[in-house]
């Protein structure tokens, strides 16, 4: 069994989608995410065991060398590809509760603000790490977030803003998700946005990067699996 979970996780690591996928060079010819996954569970290995001990892993160190600049976003992009490969096998044991998922992470990209490549490298990499991703998309508004959030008791909220000129709605976002959902946990980032700005708009949290997302939601989420 461990050796299948440690196939996994280089698949994930490494961005092998599946046997036809010719990425990496390395790996041409071999099994892939989607088969080693299929596999696994005809073997009987648990499913919350696949997720935990497998692709996790791999996500995992995909964030730590995106986060030092050893791989770039094509790479995290062949990673997140083969890790959605392997979830669809996995979504039914999700949807019948056989397997569980740490917690529930919402995201979107703040009203005025179209840029959503940096957002879905967070939803990627939150996703990977085992949570429940909900993907609201780019251009959300303020009640968008909050009707979602009420539907998903204990969700963290991520926000993420490209431009300046949209910090303003992160702000005004901020205030109004706080104001009808007070102990809703948010978190913040984006290029332009640091962590004074975070301190004052009275977000709970910025991180730079996915993987500093991934850390704190670890942190905050009390963990089930
Ligand atoms: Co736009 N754009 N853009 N753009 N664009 C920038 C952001 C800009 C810096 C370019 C420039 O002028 N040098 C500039 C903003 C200037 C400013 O506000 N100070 C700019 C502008 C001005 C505009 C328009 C206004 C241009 C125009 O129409 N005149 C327009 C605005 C449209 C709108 O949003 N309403 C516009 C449009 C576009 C495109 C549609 C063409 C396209 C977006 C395509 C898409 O996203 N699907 C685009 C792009 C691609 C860029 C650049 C070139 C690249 C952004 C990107 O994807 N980076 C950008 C310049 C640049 O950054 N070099 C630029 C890669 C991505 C992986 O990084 O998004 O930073 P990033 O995400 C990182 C971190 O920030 C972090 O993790 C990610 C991975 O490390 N992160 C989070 C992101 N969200 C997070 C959330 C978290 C935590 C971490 O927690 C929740």
Do not use: W
């Not at 008791?153 to 803003?161: E, I, K, M, T």
């Amino acid at each position: 069994m461990n050796e299948l979970l440690n196939q996994l996780a280089e698949c994930i690591e490494f961005g092998k989608i599946n046997m036809a996928s010719p990425y990496p060079p390395q790996m041409k010819g071999q099994e892939g995410a989607d088969e080693i996954t299929r596999r696994a569970l005809q073997e009987g290995v648990n499913p919350q065991d696949i997720l935990s001990k497998g692709l996790m892993p791999g996500m995992e160190r995909v964030g730590v060398k995106f986060r030092e600049n050893k791989i770039f976003v094509p790479q995290v992009l062949m990673s997140a590809k083969a890790m959605s490969t392997a979830m669809l096998h996995l979504k039914p044991y999700f949807l019948s509760g056989a397997a569980k998922q740490k917690g529930t992470f919402i995201i979107g990209t703040v009203m005025g603000d179209l840029h959503d490549i940096g957002k879905n490298l967070v939803g990627m990499m939150v996703e990977g790490n085992g949570y429940n991703v909900i993907d609201l998309g780019t251009d959300v508004r303020a009640e968008k977030f909050i009707e979602t959030a009420r539907e998903h008791p204990g969700a963290v909220v991520g926000l993420s803003a490209l431009l300046t000129t949209t910090m303003m709605n992160m702000q005004a976002i901020t205030r109004e998700i706080k104001e009808a959902l007070p102990g809703t946990i948010i978190t913040i980032g984006g290029a332009p946005v640091s962590n004074d700005f975070c301190r004052k708009i009275g977000a709970d949290y910025y991180a730079p990067d996915p993987q500093g997302v991934v850390e704190f939601l670890n942190t905050k989420v009390p963990q089930t699996i």
